[in-house]
């Protein structure tokens, strides 16, 4: 005699007959399924946590997060982090962080809003959106953005922050040394698999005018290095800026002065994370001023963009790229002749095309401002409004690529000072991934 199955029973056996069975769960071999993750965006990853135990160890291996990583470097698929805001409409009141591609719409991370409320007890406790408000990004390597705060910056902290998977890390700056005038730059140690934030301070006595003091964050070892006398550094950065211009080969780059006998004029310096010495780099001979270079990141080379201002339908710009080894430069393109009354090149894409920012002439007013992507090969110029409309700042940009990276000490926003943990603390993560992953033989224990 059949058994019965009730109301909607045969309904359910029939739906409980489509579900799949645990072996054709796991019928993808473990290495398709590792090949298909490290192609997926962070955003998808980070979603993809709660599928299983295993998937969850899995995206937080240091070694699967290694392999995300190089194969997206690989890709050359980076996209440029700008800070943007519309100075007409709102007044500058409102600003927006957005990743960018040259033939991708922007893609708002951040909102900001610098008229939102601020609690009563910050800085006391320090939380990401009101931080925010008044940050300056000042570095991106490896999916880690490094932020500093122009206003509070004396006697506050600097950020490490990964907005791909929503964690940031606030370093507290030491509060026995002054920070005024601090330019800030975000370095990355290879060797030691270490991010360095890297602080230049402008010295104020007399004697000293020129000069600055470097202080080094170590992000492995959470702490402040002793550079001893590596620490002062004939050099100004610009005052204009307080943050490094562009990154090349994972070192920082700031546009100053020299302060050693007769250097005259803007050169570049940079600070290795490594070693924590200095290095100054003089800009290519040419025929023009130096307010006629911009120097910038062109396919990780360090590049320098020299205008050459003719008539109006005949303007030039001169690409010379630097050999680090022999400090000598080679003009690579001439670009042009561009027919533009008044032009600058303020940033590079990762993919080679130059921005052009062109304006009628005269004072540069922001909102008047139209920006062009150019192809230094040809000469070629494109225009993207869904870019324009955002009023980019380019200066503060850096190529950015989406990553699982997590420094040590990172929280997840908005839950800073909360005593549940966020994620679990775990000293192995192999020990949580299936046997069929962990047959593959990449994911090292201990890790």
């Known amino acids: 005699m059949p058994k019965k199955t009730g109301r909607g029973g045969r309904r359910n056996q029939q739906r409980n007959s489509n579900k799949p069975s645990s072996s054709s769960k796991e019928a993808l071999p473990a290495e398709f399924l590792v090949e298909i993750l490290i192609r997926t965006p ?3 990853l980070v979603r993809s946590r709660c599928v299983s135990k295993s998937w969850y160890a899995l995206i937080h291996h240091p070694s699967f997060i290694k392999l995300h990583l190089t194969f997206n470097l690989s890709r050359n698929n980076k996209t440029i982090l700008s800070n943007s805001y519309n100075p007409v409409a709102d ?4 600003r927006v962080i957005s990743v960018r591609g040259i033939n991708d719409p922007p893609e708002t991370v951040l909102p900001i809003h610098r008229i939102s409320p601020v609690r009563r007890d910050y800085p006391r406790k320090v939380n990401f959106p009101d931080f925010s408000q008044r940050m300056v990004l000042a570095g991106s390597i490896n999916g880690i953005v490094c932020l500093t705060h122009f206003r509070e910056m004396r006697e506050q902290c600097v950020v490490l922050w990964n907005p791909a998977i929503n964690c940031w890390k606030p370093i507290a700056l030491p509060r026995t040394k002054s920070w005024q005038n601090v330019n800030v ?5 290879n060797a030691g698999n270490d991010f360095k934030i890297i602080c230049m301070v402008p010295l104020t006595d007399f004697e000293d005018i020129g000069w600055s003091r470097v202080d080094i964050y170590s992000a492995s070892r959470d702490s402040w290095e002793d550079l001893d006398e590596r620490g002062i550094i004939p050099f100004c950065p610009a005052q204009n800026y307080r943050h490094s211009i562009f990154i090349v080969k994972d070192v920082p780059y700031w546009m100053g002065f020299a302060a050693q006998p007769g250097d005259s004029g803007c050169i570049l310096g940079r600070i290795d994370p490594s070693t924590g010495l200095y290095k100054k780099v003089e800009y290519p001979q040419h025929d023009r001023g130096t307010d006629s270079v911009h120097a910038v990141n062109w396919k990780d080379l360090v590049t320098a963009l020299v205008t050459k201002p003719g008539e109006y339908d005949s303007q030039m710009v001169d690409l010379y790229v630097l050999d680090e080894n022999t400090d000598e430069w080679t003009k690579m393109y001439s670009i042009g002749p561009l027919s533009f009354k008044a032009l600058r090149t303020p940033q590079c894409f990762c993919t080679g095309e130059i921005v052009v920012e062109t304006w009628a002439g005269g004072f540069v007013l922001t909102s008047a401002v139209t920006s062009y992507f150019c192809d230094p090969k040809t000469s070629h110029l494109s225009h ?4 324009q409309v955002l009023y980019p700042c380019w200066y503060e940009s850096y190529c950015h690529i989406e990553s699982l990276v997590r420094v040590k000490g990172m929280v997840q926003i908005e839950k800073e000072h909360k005593h549940k943990k966020t994620d679990p603390r775990v000293k192995d993560w192999s ?7 962990k047959r593959l033989g990449i994911f090292n224990a201990g890790e």
């Open 42 to 44: 962070v955003k998808s």
């Open 91 to 94: 007044f500058g009141l409102k």
């Open 185 to 189: 730059g975000l370095g990355f140690d």
């Open 384 to 387: 993207n409004h869904e870019v």
């Open 431 to 437: 020990e949580w991934l299936s046997k069929d992953l």
